[in-house]
């Protein structure tokens, strides 16, 4: 609902101003003169009243990225925002320049944080997580697609992080997630490659809190797909 306040005049407009008391879209109808014909005109319009984070997000889809939206996404992101971070990042992503890996690093931190697997997917992120290097980061995107169930791009989140930081303290728990995938009910299921990661784990890493848990993965896949009675 709008509320009319007032209408201030200048040489060449009018200009209405109004209070939003709630969200959603009112009609608007308004009727002048037009002294060059004589006559009286309508025009209506449509007022769309939203808050501050949908706006700046439809600002930051139609406006094309400049240095802007690199500084306020970097301003937002250094108070922790990520929710009002994320916009900008995306514009920056779409029109990145030279700052590909900043909004790829950007957008990873922020949807990770809200858990916002829709936004990781829609951009098809796992293009450049390469550019990636904040380690906990890929592991942290690898778990989001896991628990939304998109194996084929936790595999190329887990896969990159090995092949990356294999020296890294999570590494373990990176080789669990992928005995997992391949493990589990999906189109990349694969059951070799999964016991290839379990043993590996236990193998490498046997004071892992993953360890016990993959040499019982093992027993189980050894037992039931690959020993001969």
């Known amino acids: 609902m709008l509320t009319f306040l007032k209408r201030q005049y200048s040489a060449d407009s009018t200009v209405f101003l109004f209070r939003a008391l709630s969200l959603g879209t009112e009609t608007l109808r308004f009727e002048y003169q037009d002294n060059s014909l004589g006559v009286q005109k309508s025009v209506t319009l449509q007022a769309h009243v939203v808050d501050a984070q949908a706006f700046e997000q439809e600002l930051a889809a139609e406006e094309p990225a400049g240095p802007e939206d690199l500084e306020l996404a970097s301003h937002h992101m250094e108070s922790g925002d990520c929710e009002n971070a994320l916009p900008y990042w995306i514009a920056v992503y779409q029109d990145p320049g030279e700052s590909l890996s900043a909004a790829v690093e950007g957008i990873v931190r922020c949807c ?107 027993r189980f896949l050894d037992r039931h797909y690959f020993e001969i009675r």
């Open 112 to 218: 990770t944080d809200l858990r916002d697997y829709a936004t990781l997917a829609e951009l098809d992120i796992q293009r450049h997580l390469s550019l990636l290097q904040d380690a906990d980061q890929l592991l942290e995107a690898a778990r989001l697609f896991l628990e939304n169930g998109d194996h084929p791009r936790a595999r190329e989140a887990a896969e990159g992080f090995l092949l990356r930081f294999a020296e890294h303290p999570h590494a373990d728990e990176a080789l669990y997630l992928l005995g997992r995938l391949y493990e589990e009910l999906s189109p990349i299921r694969d059951f070799r490659k999964s016991r290839d990661a379990y043993e590996r784990l236990y193998r490498d890493f046997p004071q892992s809190r993953f360890s016990e848990r993959a040499y019982d993965k093992v």
